[in-house]
């Protein structure tokens, strides 16, 4: 089993041009989470999806957007990517909003 | 507001115990987790903890206090393998987790 998987491992991006982040899970969870970790802030929930077909803002939402099409895949996209966009990303999943959150690699993302 | 505390950083001698310690502060309160992370990887579950008391898997325990809104990882008998970031999460009215920032735990021989 994959369990969850991420794409790229890592990208460099030009400030200004938009980029799709994608994540996908096989563990058939019903919520879908974006973080962004930075040193020293610890992880900060970007968007969620707690089942297909509905999503949320988290604590960091500007200038991200999420879909939720079906179980299994949650794509975040930077429209217009800014250098504060810079960062490391995990998208994570669980079968209830009450249970312990298994996460994908991460995809490392740099704006410059 | 809601807030996680936990220490920046730990050091600790192989074979030795440890205790790293988080309080919180939720809108609500469903549970606190902790979680392990070595350098350039992604974060993986250790515990769970909804109920007062301790909760002991192996070389690792989980200990919580609702009333105190407190914590504890404790980790007996340290392997090098342990040195890595232990992140405490609580999870709010919503089943949303806040995290804390991390314990860098720093193991020595």
């Known amino acids: 089993t994959a369990g969850i998987t991420q794409a790229p491992t890592s990208q460099i991006l030009a400030a200004g041009r938009s980029m799709t982040l994608r994540c996908t899970q096989d563990?058939?969870?019903?919520?879908m989470y974006w973080y962004r970790q930075d040193l020293g802030l610890g992880l900060r929930l970007i968007h969620y999806s707690n089942t297909a077909g509905t999503t949320g803002k988290g604590e960091v939402p500007d200038g991200y957007s999420v879909s939720r099409a079906n179980t299994d895949d949650f794509p975040l996209t930077l429209a217009s990517a800014v250098p504060s966009q810079t960062s490391v990303y995990f998208c994570?999943?669980?079968?209830?909003?009450?249970?312990?959150?298994?996460f994908g690699p991460g995809t490392r993302l740099t704006v410059l | 507001g809601q807030n996680i505390d936990q220490p920046t950083e730990m050091t600790a001698t192989e074979g030795a115990i440890v205790q790293i310690n988080c309080t919180y502060q939720t809108s609500g309160f469903n549970g606190l987790f902790w979680y392990q992370q070595h350098a350039g990887e992604a974060p993986t579950f250790l515990s769970y903890n909804v109920l007062d008391g301790l909760e002991e898997k192996g070389r690792f325990s989980s200990f919580l206090s609702r009333s105190k809104g407190y914590s504890y990882l404790l980790l007996k008998e340290l392997q090098m393998k342990d040195s890595a970031s232990y992140l405490c999460?609580?999870?709010?009215?919503?089943?949303?987790?806040?995290w804390g920032a991390g314990t860098k735990l720093i193991i020595k021989p």
């Open positions: 994570a999943s669980s079968d209830t909003t009450s249970g312990g959150q298994f």
């Open positions: 999460a609580a999870s709010d009215s919503n089943y949303q987790l806040i």
């Open positions: 563990m058939r969870h019903n919520a």
